[in-house]
């Protein structure tokens, strides 16, 4: 009896107060930075493109929704030739995001994926590639790696002596 | 390397407390390997041996069941013994193993999203195994400038950990010598001494031998993909007659590349690079993807029945069939079934006929060596044949074999063969004998005891007289120096090897080898001998040879003249290199029909009435038969796109529409069908289906693809969002992910165990690290003492007196080298060479520069050259060799060389720099092709022929 009587005045209580739900369309919920939703490639302080066509985010996502070819450009950097996100496949898990070793591959708080056609939600690498570095703001993978690029020669990336001299004697 | 398999000197080792038999034979850390436990290491390799380098495969040894403490030591380099107590799991040496890879990470770059190692790198997979997780260096890395080695091998030298794994593989295993070490301290780098292609024809193992990404394969990385993305397929090197195993992988419908596919009797771990780098022919821009002479009812969609309608009015007619030896077993046979034997032609010259006849006798009689034989060897003879440049990996294992004296010199002193720089150390320059008879400098000289430099004219009554020495113990007065010693050390050789081959063309020199040899294997039961024929089926041809096969001529002869009632010809995979320009010109001018069934343009399908796309190696199901009569299968690596299709589905068709009374008229959807088919009609026939059949239903299908495969459901979604189903194959390997464990294949697509990532993972499916595999398929041989029926061996063509030898590089041999524009760029600049006293009396200079004008023997066609003269000091005589690009393989019986204006060095020059840069187009151009077509996956839900897709 005592109990039935408190459901009821908890259920009348909630009446007053305000609702969590929103009005979606009309009113959009706040999602923060790191939400997960449509993926972007982003791009280096400088403008190139991060992503380095090393397949570690293909590799990694569990519904095999990526897929790419890489190329070398003519500045000794490695893109991808092309990359496809399949999005009607994806199940925004973002373990794509946790393997990228250059920070290119990100998520974004946009969920808004709804198409009438499947075949619309099949992205190219024009449709993911954005002009900024989203999250990372810092990050340019070639400074750290060891290999040479147009305009940054072996020796002068992050931590790195410069090149060493075969012939010379000096211990 | 141990010789065998099954040697019972095991012992009783306990390795963390739990007993284990291990074999005596090998160090420790091969035994530890071959229990199929891990344990770290890098500079140890199977068949390279141990120097205890790198510190990696660090275990604690005990004294007794009582001993706590242990003492470190380096398992490779410590001996197997009788109730040893090891363990890999205590913290001492755990600890030891981790820190050493740390040292190793102070200078290594943060490169492995870029590094085309990636994903199959044993320092990665030794780094994750020892669980050495952050890096610890927070200084400066050192840094190296690379160097431009060619076109096949990229470096980077940042990755290395200097195992010196590249230079003992290079300098001591493969005998190259343009490759080092230099510098000091901790700023050594390998590589040349200074920039440019390396010269070894073995270079391309450096990819595998290097345990990190300093080497990678150039052409793959051009076109790169991770190996965990490949799908592969178990294949046999289509280039030359030995048969090496190989794994080609694919993406996105293009084939990638070759990796070395372990076969202890055959390649063992290493490949040539002609067959790891001259795949890229499949992807050439003169393939054929269309067919001619045949109007589809729907365009773009060729069926059966439009393949009938065009062939109908053939029906009943004569065709004279003319194989070869670079198609399949199968589709060699089926034509010649088809046609039938009076009609058949191997696709050899009268001249080649005399060689293949002798060569089937022969093997009646000599089974040929493996590779693995060979390398047990204590003499070599080679008598007039370049086996660096006609079976690249033979010549590999001859200078194997020619170690054997410093190991039996260090045996003698108690140290074991894997004790590799200690056995160097005692050997020195200590090798066994090895002779050569030959008329042209070549590659192995410099390893021979003796190179005997004569015309092939002499080459034979040397042979004579051996022969007539050993038959009648006559003395050995009428012979020089060098021969007696090589008449008395092939005499006192306990395992002496000889080896001859087609290539010099001279059938006087290839009996009096055959009759050498079969003298002397009645003096000596231990007498190996392998006559290496010219191509990647050579012996499986022979097989099919009988007394109607027909010459070359004779298909001619047959077709020009009009009495004989032939209709056409049906030309299998053969591009007729053989003829010369006259009779080119006779078949241009014939209104026969001529169908051609091959993969890429040539100067028949120029004139060919019908062509059928046929596919090539990579995208075909079927069989060859290597030098020694094994018959090897290769896979399909990826569905051919319609309508290429492999011949013998051609032929089927073929049949069906011209031939539809003939027994094998049927419709044949997989290769196990045709060989069920086969074996109905012949008994004969050697490969029974039944057998492999119930082996097939043993073993479930086995995935050509890695489990961890990507892109399943994005590389097609640009064409359909819906799924395509994955095409259905037609023989024991899914084009998937999924399928039957890898470890029960007998032909593995690709190696892979966990934890190992690289090819280093062989020995997880070894019996013993470098023995057989677990899973070996038992070797199928040609038993050639069943072709009962001795053929009346036809009268050879009167031997032209040679007077130029051509020296016929690796790289330009056949159709399917030429389709490789890197190929066409290894060629450097025409070269003569000559005697001083041949260049005296021409009046000549040496280093100049030369026009040289050849007259072909046999028809006195005359070509003009420009090359340098250059002096080979070993020379006598008037003997005349050289390397000159675009000379036909011929018998060269007048040669006259004057010194060359100016104006035509100029102009030489000048097409020297047109040649190299339309390669190099070309070489553009394909790439461009490749990646246009990556992001259209032709979707095909079965692999089988037309009207299946
Ligand atoms: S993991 Fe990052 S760098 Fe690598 S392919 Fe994916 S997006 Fe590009
Ligand atoms: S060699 Fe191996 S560890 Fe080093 S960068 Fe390449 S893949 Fe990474
Ligand atoms: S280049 Fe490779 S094989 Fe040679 S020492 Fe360095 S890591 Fe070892
Ligand atoms: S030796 Fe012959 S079969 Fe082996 S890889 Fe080289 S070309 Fe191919
Ligand atoms: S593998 Fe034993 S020390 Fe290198």
Same mark, same amino acid.
């Given at each position: ?171 | ?35 199929? &436990? ?71 770059? /943060? ?193 059966? &029945? ?11 007619? *004569? ?46 009689? /000599? @089974? ?27 010549? &590999? ?14 045996? @003698? ?55 007539? &020495?050993?038959?009648?113990? *006559? ?246 969002? *819906? ?103 290894? /060629? ?122």
């Amino acid at each position: 009896m005592f109990s039935q009587l408190r459901t009821m005045w908890l259920v009348l209580k909630h009446t007053f107060t305000k609702a969590d739900t929103v009005e979606y369309p009309e009113q959009k919920p706040y999602l923060a930075p790191r939400y997960r939703g449509r993926i972007v490639l982003t791009r280096e302080p400088n403008g190139e493109e991060r992503c380095v066509a090393c397949n570690l985010c293909a590799v990694a996502c569990p519904v095999d929704c990526i897929a790419l070819q890489q190329t070398i450009d003519d500045d000794g950097r490695k893109r991808a030739e092309f990359f496809r996100i399949n999005f009607s496949r994806c199940i925004l898990c973002g373990f794509c995001e946790e393997a990228c070793p250059t920070y290119a591959i990100q998520l974004t708080p946009d969920v808004e994926l709804a198409e009438y056609d499947r075949q619309n939600l099949v992205y190219e690498k024009e449709h993911l590639l954005i002009k900024g570095v989203g999250k990372y703001p810092d990050y340019s993978f070639y400074q750290q790696s060891g290999i040479k690029i147009k305009d940054k020669d072996k020796g002068e990336g992050v931590q790195e002596k410069p090149p060493i001299d075969v012939k010379g004697l000096m211990p | 390397m141990s010789d065998d398999n099954n040697t019972p000197n095991t012992v009783t080792v306990y390795i963390d407390d739990q007993p284990y038999q291990v074999s005596t034979d090998d160090n420790l850390l091969a035994g530890v390997l071959s229990q199929k &436990l891990n344990l770290p290491y890098f500079c140890w390799h199977p068949s390279m041996g141990s120097v205890g380098a790198c510190r990696q495969c660090a275990v604690t040894q005990y004294q007794d069941e009582n001993d706590q403490r242990g003492r470190l030591v380096m398992a490779c380099t410590t001996p197997v013994t009788d109730g040893m107590r090891i363990s890999l799991k205590d913290s001492q040496s755990e600890t030891f193993r981790e820190q050493v890879i740390s040292a190793m990470m102070t200078n290594h770059p /943060h490169d492995c999203p870029v590094c085309a190692e990636g994903g199959e790198c044993h320092l990665q997979d030794m780094t994750v195994m020892t669980g050495h997780s952050t890096r610890e260096y927070k200084g400066d890395k050192r840094t190296f400038v690379n160097q431009n080695l060619g076109e096949f091998v990229g470096h980077e030298m940042n990755r290395c950990i200097t195992c010196y794994r590249c230079v003992r593989y290079y300098k001591d295993y493969a005998g190259g010598t343009d490759f080092g070490v230099y510098g000091t301290s901790n700023k050594v780098c390998f590589g040349r001494q200074e920039e440019g292609q390396l010269e070894s024809e073995f270079s391309g193992n450096l990819i595998e031998v290097c345990p990190t990404g300093v080497f990678t394969n150039k052409l793959f990385s051009a076109h790169y993909t991770r190996k965990w993305d490949l799908q592969s397929a178990p294949s046999i090197c289509s280039f030359c007659s030995v048969g090496c195993n190989t794994s080609v992988g694919e993406r996105y419908g293009s084939v990638r590349r070759v990796m070395n596919r372990y076969n202890y009797d055959i390649n063992g771990y290493f490949l040539c690079d002609k067959g790891r780098f001259g795949i890229g022919f499949v992807n050439g821009l003169t393939r054929i993807r269309k067919t001619k002479g045949i109007s589809p009812q729907f365009p773009n969609k060729l069926s059966r &029945l439009d393949v009938s309608k065009a062939l109908v009015h053939f029906k009943g007619k *004569h065709f004279i069939g003319v194989g070869s030896a670079r198609a399949s077993f199968e589709a060699n046979y089926y034509l010649q079934q088809l046609v039938g034997k009076k009609q058949f032609s191997l696709g050899y010259s009268h001249n080649e006929m005399v060689f293949a006849e002798q060569h089937q006798q022969f093997l009646k009689h /000599h @089974k040929a060596p493996s590779l693995a034989e060979i390398e047990q060897s204590d003499f070599v003879l080679i008598i007039d044949e370049d086996i660096t440049q006609i079976a690249p990996r033979i010549a &590999l294992s001859v200078r194997q074999a020619l170690r054997n004296a410093s190991i039996e010199q260090a045996e @003698k002193l108690g140290v074991p063969s894997w004790q590799d720089s200690a056995v160097r150390t005692i050997g020195g320059n200590t090798l066994s004998p090895l002779y050569l008879l030959q008329s042209k400098a070549t590659k192995l000289d410099d390893v021979a005891e003796a190179v005997i430099l004569q015309k092939t004219q002499d080459t034979i009554e040397l042979l004579h007289l051996f022969t007539t &020495l050993l038959q009648n113990n *006559h003395e050995l007065s009428k012979l020089s120096d060098d021969n007696v010693s090589l008449l008395n050390k092939l005499l006192a050789a306990k395992k002496p090897l000889i080896v001859g081959g087609w290539s010099h063309q001279s059938s006087a020199l290839f009996s009096a080898t055959i009759e050498f040899i079969a003298v002397l294997s009645k003096a000596k039961h231990t007498l190996r001998a392998c006559l290496l024929p010219p191509e990647a089926n050579s012996i499986g041809q022979l097989a099919l040879m009988d007394e109607n096969s027909l010459s070359i001529e004779q298909v001619l002869y047959k077709v020009m003249d009009t009495e004989d009632e032939i209709d056409g010809l049906i030309l299998l995979e053969n591009d007729f290199a053989v003829l010369n320009d006259a009779q080119l010109n006779c078949l241009k001018e014939t209104d026969k029909t001529i169908i051609c069934l091959d993969h890429s343009d040539n100067q028949i399908t120029a004139l060919a009435d019908i062509i059928f796309p046929a596919a090539p190696i990579t995208e075909s199901d079927g069989h060859l038969v290597n030098y020694q009569g094994q018959i090897q299968a290769f896979y399909q690596v990826h569905p051919s796109v319609l309508p290429v299709q492999e011949s013998w589905r051609w032929l089927s068709l073929i049949a069906k529409a011209i031939y539809p009374k003939h027994a094998l008229a049927q419709e044949v959807d997989s290769l196990a069908e045709l060989h069920q088919l086969f074996f109905q009609q012949d008994a004969n026939w050697p490969l029974n289906t039944a057998a492999n059949a119930n082996d097939a239903k043993a073993i479930k299908a086995i995935a050509r693809e890695p489990h961890r495969a990507s892109g399943r459901t994005a590389k097609m979604a640009n064409i359909s969002v *819906h799924e395509a189903k994955v095409s259905q194959s037609t023989d024991n390997y899914r084009f998937s992910m999924e399928g039957g464990d890898l470890n029960h294949a007998t032909e593995m697509p690709f190696t892979w165990s966990p934890g190992w990532n690289s090819n280093q993972s062989i020995h997880q499916f070894q019996r013993k690290v470098a023995g057989q595999l677990t899973h070996q398929a038992n070797a199928q041989f040609i038993d050639f003492t069943d072709i009962k029926r001795v053929i009346e061996p036809r009268t050879p063509l009167s031997e032209h007196q040679q007077c130029f030898y051509p020296q016929i590089p690796w790289h330009r041999s056949g159709l399917q080298s030429s389709l490789n524009p890197e190929f066409a760029l290894l /060629h450097q600049v025409n070269k003569v060479f000559m005697s001083s006293t041949e260049i005296a009396k021409r009046q000549l200079m040496e280093n100049h520069w030369v026009s040289l004008e050849l007259t072909a023997a046999c028809t006195g066609e005359k070509r003009q050259y420009i090359a340098q003269l250059l002096l080979d000091e070993k020379l006598t005589g008037d003997l005349i060799y050289g390397d000159i690009d675009q000379l036909p393989d011929r018998i060269y019986s007048e040669v006259s060389v004057s010194i060359a204006s100016a104006q035509q060095v100029e102009s030489y020059q000048n097409r020297c720099q047109q040649l190299r840069q339309k390669a190099n187009q070309d070489k553009a151009l394909i790439l461009e092709k490749l990646k246009v077509q990556d992001a259209y996956i032709p979707i095909r839900l079965v692999s089988g022929g037309l009207d299946n897709a």
